[in-house]
């Protein structure tokens, strides 16, 4: 009979026990936030570049890139200039015109190399010929940078000549 009245007593604590919540259930608000907050962050300073048509600007000798030799091919450019003076490009929906602080010479040059910059960024060409005729193709990077301190890299391929 003391059996009977331990099971019994024991049966009741556990029947009437409260139910608890299920923690897996519950989804915690904080974390959605957090996450939210860091991926505007993230997604702050970016650098928009565009494509360009050929500058009209440019009457004889120039440079001219684009992304890749499948976008050259198809005159997507994203860079151009008139091989020593003045540079275009559109960044963040703006097409510039910018002066060049420094160029190499294409013709003596393995090497290519331009500096750009005026007070919204600063531009840094470099690439290497890889075929020289008429025209000398070149194969490279661009390097953008905003006084932020937000930083592009993107390949080129493209042609400098007369």
């Known amino acids: 009979m003391k059996y009977l009245i331990i099971i019994f007593s024991a049966l ?9 919540p299920n923690v897996l259930t519950t989804t915690p608000k904080d974390s959605l936030n957090i996450v939210q907050d860091s991926a505007k962050v993230e997604s702050s300073g970016k ?14 000798c120039s440079c001219y890139f684009a992304k ?8 997507k450019y994203i860079y151009a200039d008139d091989a ?13 015109a910018m002066n ?10 393995e090497l290519l190399t331009k500096e750009i910059e005026n007070d919204d960024y600063k531009i840094s060409v470099k690439g290497k010929k890889i075929k020289g005729e008429e025209a ?3 194969e490279g990077t661009i390097t953008i940078e905003k006084p932020d301190g937000t930083v592009i890299t ?3 391929y493209g042609e400098c000549g007369c």
């Open 84 to 96: 020593g003076k003045t540079a275009y490009m559109k960044l963040d929906g703006k097409r510039l």
């Open 47 to 60: 650098i928009l570049v565009e494509t360009i048509a050929f500058p009209k600007e440019i009457k004889e």
């Open 136 to 138: 000398l193709l070149f």
């Open 154 to 156: 993107l390949p080129i």
């Open 68 to 75: 890749s030799k499948a976008d050259f091919e198809a005159e």
């Open 12 to 20: 009741l604590v556990v029947a009437c026990k409260k139910e608890q």
């Open 100 to 109: 060049l602080i420094s160029s190499s010479d294409m013709e003596a040059d």
